[in-house]
């Protein structure tokens, strides 16, 4: 028989889970198909590589033998089909971007998407929704060719640059029934004994890093009431009343029934920044940061 690349990466994936359910479950296949390519391979080596209980795939002698090669013509075939993709949308002048969740609200992030598709067919955009940390992962892998993240980041390979975009304030979020306000700029102290509604936790970087930042140098760790995944989503909660948020200044743009925006007495920022590699000459992306760099909002940056 003629092994294919369906068979080694079935291989690996049995290998590495030990059940075979679990790695049907990562190749996106019904276990059954993955038993049959796993048997096929071995049929075709005339070796057994697996001792099979039940589900479970523990590597026979044979199997570990095999691993190490398997691993190199997966590991092989995925960089061959992302060198692929990537140059593919350079021909195409197509463009990847992601962004995270907050960046929505921010008018640069309209102005940019709208400068973007005027300049069709000459750039073909394409968004996709992403944490600080997963944009920065496809970046290195070549399977994302812009993204747009705020501060704090990620820690960034030398070989991905940053442009900011622009700097906003950091302000709290509460209900407008909240007993403790009062007009004008309030210390982030005072909000000490409430409870946080809280972004997503990255492995870096992200606004819940800053969040707890901000509050470790008030003298406080924040009280997690809540972790939600969408920023819209959290200020509709604090309406509710059931917590606060701090959130970036153009937040107050969603405009949410029952939520006061609080300016903070403290200098806490958050910067708007648009990531991509540096090796990266393809004409789309080029265009991209043309376009990014004639909207950079220069007053924002004195903030």
């Known amino acids: 028989m003629q ?4 068979h080694w990466r079935a291989f690996v994936a049995a290998a590495e889970a030990e059940h075979f359910g679990v790695a ?36 026979t002698g044979a199997g570990r033998e095999l691993l ?30 992601g962004y995270v969740g907050s960046a929505a609200f921010h008018p640069l992030f309209s102005a940019l998407v709208r400068r973007i598709g005027a300049d069709r067919p000459k750039v073909a955009l394409s968004l996709d929704q992403l944490s600080g940390t997963e944009q ?3 970046l290195a892998e070549a399977r994302l060719d812009v993204g747009i993240a705020r501060s704090p980041l990620p820690a960034l390979d030398p070989a991905l640059g940053t442009l900011m975009l622009a700097r906003e304030r950091m302000l709290m979020a509460v209900a407008e ?3 403790g306000l009062r007009d004008g700029a309030m210390p982030l102290a005072a909000f000490a004994e409430e409870p946080f509604l809280q972004y997503i936790e990255q492995s870096s970087g992200g606004l819940r890093r800053l969040t707890a930042q901000a509050c470790g140098a008030a003298g406080f760790a924040p009280r997690t009431a809540q972790t939600v995944p969408q920023i819209a989503a959290m200020l ?9 948020a701090m959130v970036p200044e153009t937040m107050t743009r969603f405009e949410v029934p029952g939520v006061v925006y609080v300016p903070l007495a403290e200098r806490i920022v958050t910067d708007f920044t648009l990531l991509y590699r540096r090796s ?20 924002s940056l004195s903030i």
Not at 3 to 6: G, K, M
Not at 236 to 244: D, F, N, S
Request: proline share 3%; charged share 25%; net charge positive.
């Open 177 to 179: 029934t909240w007993p």
């Open 68 to 97: 190490a090669q398997a691993r190199a013509v997966a590991d092989a075939a995925e960089v061959a089909e992302r060198t692929g993709t990537a140059i593919g949308r350079q021909v195409r002048r197509a463009i990847l971007a």
């Open 236 to 244: 509709c909660l604090v309406g509710t009343g059931i917590g606060v």
């Open 280 to 299: 990266d000459t393809a004409p789309g992306l080029r265009a991209v940061l043309r376009i990014a760099r004639r909207l950079i909002d220069k007053n």
């Open 3 to 6: 092994v294919e690349l369906r």
């Open 136 to 138: 920065v992962r496809r």
């Open 24 to 59: 049907a479950e990562r190749l996106g296949i019904s276990q059954p198909a993955l038993s049959q390519l796993v048997r096929t391979l071995e049929r075709g080596l005339g070796a057994t590589l697996f001792d099979r209980v039940g589900r479970g795939a523990r590597l």
